[in-house]
């Protein structure tokens, strides 16, 4: 994965064959991706690379995540429960997401004139970031131990892979993980896990 902000715009994330090539999808919707980088920067958010993409941050907290696709690219807030989206523009990042927090795009022209309501979302977003506030979290299916509770809430690539396993699935994972007696062995495992987990797989299948 890429390490430095400019490689994402110029060559991709740094996760797939197509990295740096012209069938990176960073590629064809460069000129979408550019104006959303533009409309975050704009609003006072820093900008940090994280999971190989561009991540915005205010007060200490992820406010939103850049990401292309081959059929879209789009706008995701970290802490999607909290906002109100008052233009109805926000759509569920994944089928198995609970709360709409991603603004979607297939037309590289068009965050340049949603410049002004994307920038009211990022404010608000901003704004419970400054306020501390942290939508409340259902009590998951399955108990699972805090390293992987931290490790999901810090990449949401993962966290959307892990809840589209089955419960099984999940339970193989919580299982592995609390047979280690220390914090920094759970750790480790779910570093080694993450591959697994975003191609759907569990603890045990190879």
């Not at 980088?37 to 561009?54: N, T, Y």
């Amino acid at each position: 994965m890429i390490a430095e902000i400019e490689d994402y715009f110029a060559k991709g994330c740094g996760r797939c064959a197509r990295f740096d090539t012209a069938d990176c999808a960073t590629r064809h919707w460069a000129a979408g991706l550019a104006a959303l980088r533009r409309i975050c920067r704009a609003a006072g958010l820093s900008e940090h690379v994280k999971w190989g993409h561009p991540c915005y941050m205010h007060a200490g907290r992820n406010i939103a995540l850049l990401g292309a696709f081959r059929g879209d690219f789009r706008l995701s807030f970290f802490d999607a429960a909290l906002m109100r989206d008052p233009e109805g523009i926000l759509e569920p990042q994944g089928p198995n997401a609970r709360h709409a927090g991603t603004i979607r795009f297939t037309d590289t022209g068009r965050p340049e004139a949603m410049a002004e309501v994307i920038g009211a979302y990022l404010r608000e977003a901003m704004g419970h970031a400054e306020a501390g506030r942290r939508a409340p979290k259902p009590a998951p299916e399955t108990e699972l131990p805090e390293e992987l509770v931290e490790a999901l809430d810090a990449d949401p690539e993962l966290a959307e892979a892990f809840r589209r396993l089955t419960p099984g699935r999940q339970r193989s994972y919580a299982i592995n993980l609390a047979a280690a007696k220390q914090p920094a062995t759970r750790r480790k495992r779910i570093a080694r896990f993450r591959d697994a987990i975003l191609a759907g797989k569990g603890a045990t299948e190879r």
